[in-house]
């Protein structure tokens, strides 16, 4: 099929990268369409003062027209609160730290936007993401891959890590072979309004929110103690002396009494391990790191500084119910030197992975820090992100890694 006859539907969020995706694939030649994603209207939660997706449309529909694409926006509202919302203010409350933007990309872009684009005749889909996909083939049978956007400072594969093959194969990424700043570049030299438009560092598709205000719309504050943890607990201890990988993978448990209250806070719910900020605690010699949120008792533990053990984990597991391949696990299960990130923007940490029973246990290289349930890790070898799963604090990691 020619490059013509491809009706391509770009998901267009007003930003810079949608945009210069939809130049890119119009100045190749396919059949182009510009669609907005209208992702919240509930009144009871409040987003913002203003109105962030009505001044983003608006740009994407300027864009279009630059373009001479058809534009159209869709409200998807009932069932991103259905699907991201509502789920993410659950895990909240059960003191998990969720990814919204990993959920809107296999809930809603990449599941109900291609399906509703696949209505309107679309071949693939494409979305402003700095990702690349390779086809390869495997016993006859096409495998779709995904790797690395090319800038590294940019990389967004992890917020695709829970793609399955089929959504990897109806999607393009036009800019994943470019750095932001060749992009910027292209929608300056083409006039396109959102040349200089800053990235957004809201939710997924719902504008500039911060998830602190988000939260407290919904979530109650509730007073609770908060617990300074001394560096030299027995837990941190005990844990230097272990050598068994499932030892190593459950997580330190803090008792009240073992530690000294120095606070209050507003609701356990609303702090997540690492977090320093909002604590509004003063006259310690370090400053004060969440280590642990027990939501069912309503207690925040924290520790002093940066190198708290308490922040530290080398070794985590997610079970096999909650680990997605993106290609076989066979063939995951037979590569070597692989490296895994926790969160977005992180670099690629060196790490070992064996089954055992039903769980995945990851073993790092170096510690990591902050690691918190709720997360998404992500497995990667040679810049392909191969599997990813869900980190559970009763089973710590769905993937285990090797000494």
Not at 105 to 130: C, P, S, V
């Amino acid at each position: 099929m020619s490059k013509s006859k491809t009706r391509v539907v770009v998901a267009m969020s007003g930003g810079v990268d949608s945009s210069v995706a939809a130049y890119i694939l119009k100045q190749e030649g396919y059949d182009v369409v510009g669609i907005f994603m209208k992702n919240w209207h509930d009144s009871s939660v409040t987003i913002s003062k203003d109105c962030p997706w009505l001044e983003d449309s608006y740009d994407a529909m300027l864009v279009c027209e630059k373009l001479s694409i058809p534009f159209q926006v869709i409200d998807l509202s009932d069932d991103y609160k259905n699907k991201i919302v509502d789920y993410m203010f659950n895990e909240y409350k059960k003191g998990n730290t969720p990814n919204p933007d990993i959920l809107c990309n296999r809930e809603i872009k990449f599941d109900l936007f291609l399906k509703l684009a696949l209505k309107l005749g679309a071949d693939f889909i494409a979305t402003g993401h700095y990702a690349q996909t390779k086809e390869s083939s495997y016993k006859g049978k096409s495998i779709f891959h995904l790797i690395s956007g090319k800038d590294n400072s940019k990389d967004q594969s992890y917020f695709l890590c829970q793609l399955n093959q089929y959504q990897l194969s109806k999607t393009i990424f036009p800019i994943g072979s470019l750095t932001k700043k060749h992009v910027r570049k292209i929608a300056k030299d083409n006039h396109l309004i959102t040349a200089e438009k800053k990235d957004s560092q809201g939710l997924c598709f719902i504008g500039k929110v911060k998830l602190p205000d988000f939260l407290q719309q919904k979530l109650r504050p509730k007073k609770g103690d908060v617990v300074l943890i001394d560096k030299n607990h027995k837990e941190f201890v005990k844990n230097s002396d272990l050598n068994d990988i499932e030892s190593l993978s459950k997580p330190y448990c803090y008792d009240p009494k073992e530690g000294k209250i120095i606070g209050l806070h507003n609701g356990a719910h609303f702090y997540t391990i690492g977090q320093r900020k909002g604590l509004s605690i003063g006259g310690m010699e370090k400053p004060l790191y969440v280590i642990n949120n027990d939501v069912k008792k309503n207690i925040i533990y924290v520790g002093e500084g940066s190198n708290h053990p308490g922040l530290f984990r080398s070794v985590l597991r997610v079970s096999s119910k909650k680990i997605h391949f993106l290609s076989t696990e066979k063939q995951v299960m037979n590569k070597k030197e692989l490296k895994a990130r926790i969160r977005y923007r992180q670099g690629l940490q060196d790490v070992s992975v064996i089954k055992k029973d039903n769980f995945y246990y990851f073993k790092f290289k170096k510690p990591q820090k902050s690691i918190t349930k709720g997360q998404f890790i992500a497995l990667y070898q040679n810049m392909e992100l191969i599997c990813s799963g869900v980190i559970d604090w009763k089973y710590q990691f769905d993937f285990l890694l090797n000494p």
